[in-house]
Nanobody, 115 residues
């Protein structure tokens, strides 16, 4: 079992920055760990996904602006979001897939980019 708790969302002006954090607890070994988001009226989409000992994939819309950081020792995942745009608005979810091939989601944190 893995529990994921996000923090760091909020309201920010266009061009601003936010950092989201995801804390994981539980005994399972996380392989894939990343962030998804869901805008109002839209489907949930991948933002960034890190594969343990492997690469990180970013959505084209956030490349060059968002950076994911993973600390396996502290069981934390961060998403640094720079140059935020109104279209980045949505609920951001932390996602994890374990070595047992089970998937887990956090409760979500709201990010609103607006002037």
């Amino acid at each position: 079992q893995v529990q994921l708790v996000e923090s760091g969302g909020g309201l920010v002006q266009p061009g601003g920055s936010l950092t989201l954090s995801c804390a994981a607890s539980g005994s399972s070994f996380i392989i894939n760990w990343g962030w998804y988001r869901q805008a109002p009226g839209k489907e949930r989409e991948l933002v960034a996904l890190n594969i343990r000992f492997g690469s990180t994939t970013y959505a084209n819309s956030v490349k060059g602006r968002f950076t994911i950081s993973r600390d396996n020792a502290k069981n934390t995942l961060s998403l640094q979001m720079n140059s935020l745009k109104p279209e980045d608005t949505g609920v951001y979810y932390c996602y994890a897939k374990t070595a047992q091939v089970r998937e887990y989601w956090g409760q979500g944190t709201q990010v609103t980019v607006s002037s």
